[in-house]
């Protein structure tokens, strides 16, 4: 297969500088950030406001 473009700079780093840039990063067995998905009354809120942009019953 193929190597990326960025494996490719990190492997060629490592022989020319015989740094390994790999071990700078941060290893957690978890994700970090929160995903949070929205409730039922939050999704109906959010079409209402999204399809309310247009206001067809007013008559001026």
């Known amino acids: 297969m193929t190597q990326s473009k960025a494996k490719k700079k990190r492997s060629h780093i490592k022989r020319t500088k015989g740094k390994d840039v790999e071990k700078n990063r941060q290893f957690s067995p978890f994700s970090t950030h929160e995903r949070v998905t929205k409730t039922k009354k939050e999704n109906l809120e959010q079409n209402f ?7 067809h019953t007013e008559d001026d």
């Open 49 to 55: 406001t999204k399809h309310k942009k247009h206001n």
